[in-house]
């Protein structure tokens, strides 16, 4: 079955997602003229030749991988397709203000521009599964996700850390995922001077996350930017995030390997520390192991090894292990970046690393479609002025909650 009549039943959903321009909101062609289908239009037997080119909204990134490259350069402008071209061959020859102006178009909240960076992104995903293809399928990027508190430590690894890797020939890219950005509009991550050398070096790029929109949001940006720069050469992507929210979760679906870096601290100092991080943690960092914090860093690296123990086994071929550095004197980093390495190794040859990055897409491909139609439902005609008069009505026990989600989603059916 093509995938157009596939997709028939869920066409209202897709048209529901409409970004303003109609051309480019879900172009099917059919011979040489776009046609472009309504709710009520049934697929005739002419579509079933038909191809997908644009799409907007949550399914777009998964539809399109049906059509080629060339398929997604139709219905730009001229003008349009020549900015594409711009930043596709920047980015792959390795040019940083590509890469940059390409991760600000993954984040722009414009209708637009959000197409374009699909179609950017499309061409950047060809580029690259041809380059692992010949590399007999493995791939060339490692990413990390670095988790820790404030304070712990994490902009002064990196820095050590980034410096060691450009040292060793690789090319690496940081990514700061900030929750605080999406409350506060500050960015916790961003606004400070961190890592000064590693953001003179050529071989490194390091990227703040968007000050604002929502978690969600900044994430799949992210996610995205992940793509971009790996398309751009860096072999090795660094994600680093806060670890007193959400988002380590969420970056803990994006990366092959989550490190909890925690500083020498009691316990009091770690309770925002999440039990459920420790838990996704393939490798746990104790960090400032130096002078007179070496006795406390011994102390809790022995805690954290009893402690993930007791966990749960996340992989058949890995256990998590507990590491003590210090950024000051350097001793235990290069032990990182060999655990790191083993990781790799051993989960890419058990086949677990390339089941996880499959994972990871499928989850993100729901994530996606979950905010849209969330996004969808709550700012529908038919239910964007009832849903504060029932959260209303919830909240003085007028109504159930089952009952007033009931009447909500009944109002929202009865409109497609
Ligand atoms: N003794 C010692 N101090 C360190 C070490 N690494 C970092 N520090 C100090 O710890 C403090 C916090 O370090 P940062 O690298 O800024 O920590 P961070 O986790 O990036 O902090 P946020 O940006 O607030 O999340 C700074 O005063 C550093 O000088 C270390 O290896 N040894």
């Given at each position: 079955?093509?995938?157009?009549?596939?997709?028939?039943?869920?066409?209202?959903?897709?048209?529901?997602?409409?970004?303003?321009?109609?051309?480019?909101?879900?172009?099917?062609?059919?011979?040489?003229?776009?046609?472009?289908?309504?709710?009520?239009?049934?697929?005739?037997?002419?579509?079933?030749?038909?191809?997908?080119?644009?799409l907007?909204g949550g399914l777009r990134?998964a539809l399109?991988?049906?059509?080629?490259?060339?398929?997604?350069?139709?219905?730009?402008?001229?003008?349009?397709?020549?900015?594409?071209?711009?930043?596709?061959?920047?980015?792959?020859?390795?040019?940083?203000?590509?890469?940059?102006?390409?991760?600000?178009?993954?984040?722009?909240?414009?209708?637009?521009?959000?197409?374009?960076?699909?179609?950017?992104?499309?061409?950047?995903?060809?580029?690259?599964?041809?380059?692992?293809?010949?590399?007999?399928?493995?791939?060339?990027?490692?990413?990390?996700?670095?988790?820790?508190?404030?304070?712990?430590?994490?902009?002064?690894?990196?820095?050590?850390?980034?410096?060691?890797?450009?040292?060793?020939?690789?090319?690496?890219?940081?990514?700061?995922?900030?929750?605080?950005?999406?409350?506060?509009?500050?960015?916790?991550?961003?606004?400070?001077?961190?890592?000064?050398?590693?953001?003179?070096?050529?071989?490194?790029?390091?990227?703040?996350?968007?000050?604002?929109?929502?978690?969600?949001?900044?994430?799949?940006?992210?996610?995205?930017?992940?793509?971009?720069?790996?398309?751009?050469?860096?072999?090795?992507?660094?994600?680093?995030?806060?670890?007193?929210?959400?988002?380590?979760?969420?970056?803990?679906?994006?990366?092959?390997?989550?490190?909890?870096?925690?500083?020498?601290?009691?316990?009091?100092?770690?309770?925002?520390?999440?039990?459920?991080?420790?838990?996704?943690?393939?490798?746990?960092?104790?960090?400032?192991?130096?002078?007179?914090?070496?006795?406390?860093?011994?102390?809790?690296?022995?805690?954290?090894?009893?402690?993930?123990?007791?966990?749960?086994?996340?992989?058949?071929?890995?256990?998590?292990?507990?590491?003590?550095?210090?950024?000051?004197?350097?001793?235990?980093?290069?032990?990182?970046?060999?655990?790191?390495?083993?990781?790799?190794?051993?989960?890419?040859?058990?086949?677990?690393?390339?089941?996880?990055?499959?994972?990871?897409?499928?989850?993100?491909?729901?994530?996606?479609i979950?905010?849209?139609?969330?996004?969808?439902?709550?700012?529908?005609?038919?239910?964007?002025?009832?849903?504060?008069?029932?959260?209303?009505?919830?909240?003085?026990?007028?109504?159930?909650?089952?009952?007033?989600?009931?009447?909500?989603?009944?109002?929202?059916?009865?409109?497609?």
């Amino acid at each position: 079955m093509s995938l157009p009549t596939l997709l028939h039943p869920y066409q209202h959903l897709l048209n529901s997602l409409r970004v303003p321009s109609p051309r480019l909101h879900c172009i099917l062609h059919s011979g040489r003229h776009p046609v472009s289908r309504t709710p009520s239009a049934p697929p005739s037997p002419g579509h079933q030749r038909t191809k997908w080119v644009l799409l907007s909204g949550g399914l777009r990134r998964a539809l399109c991988a049906q059509a080629t490259s060339k398929d997604h350069t139709e219905g730009l402008s001229d003008k349009e397709q020549r900015f594409v071209d711009k930043l596709y061959t920047g980015l792959v020859r390795g040019q940083r203000a590509c890469l940059a102006e390409a991760i600000t178009l993954v984040e722009s909240t414009h209708a637009r521009k959000k197409e374009l960076a699909q179609v950017l992104l499309q061409r950047v995903l060809a580029h690259h599964r041809e380059q692992e293809r010949l590399n007999q399928g493995k791939p060339l990027t490692f990413r990390v996700g670095l988790s820790g508190p404030p304070g712990a430590g994490k902009s002064t690894f990196i820095e050590y850390f980034g410096k060691m890797l450009t040292d060793r020939g690789h090319r690496l890219s940081v990514l700061a995922v900030d929750p605080s950005s999406c409350t506060s509009g500050g960015s916790l991550l961003g606004d400070k001077t961190r890592m000064t050398e590693l953001s003179r070096d050529r071989n490194a790029y390091i990227r703040p996350s968007p000050t604002s929109g929502t978690l969600g949001g900044v994430t799949r940006t992210t996610n995205e930017a992940i793509l971009l720069c790996e398309g751009g050469g860096y072999d090795i992507i660094l994600i680093e995030t806060v670890g007193v929210g959400q988002s380590e979760f969420a970056v803990a679906d994006m990366v092959d390997m989550f490190v909890l870096l925690l500083p020498p601290a009691g316990g009091d100092e770690l309770q925002g520390i999440k039990r459920g991080i420790v838990e996704m943690a393939d490798l746990v960092v104790i960090t400032k192991s130096d002078g007179d914090l070496v006795v406390p860093a011994c102390r809790i690296q022995a805690e954290y090894v009893s402690a993930l123990k007791l966990l749960r086994r996340r992989s058949e071929v890995w256990r998590p292990k507990v590491l003590r550095i210090s950024a000051r004197t350097g001793e235990g980093i290069s032990e990182v970046w060999d655990a790191m390495r083993e990781f790799q190794d051993v989960m890419l040859a058990s086949g677990e690393l390339t089941t996880k990055r499959q994972k990871q897409q499928k989850v993100w491909m729901w994530n996606l479609i979950q905010e849209n139609i969330l996004h969808l439902f709550k700012t529908h005609p038919s239910t964007r002025e009832q849903i504060p008069l029932m959260e209303r009505k919830v909240l003085s026990a007028a109504l159930s909650p089952g009952l007033a989600a009931d009447l909500l989603l009944k109002a929202f059916k009865s409109k497609h």
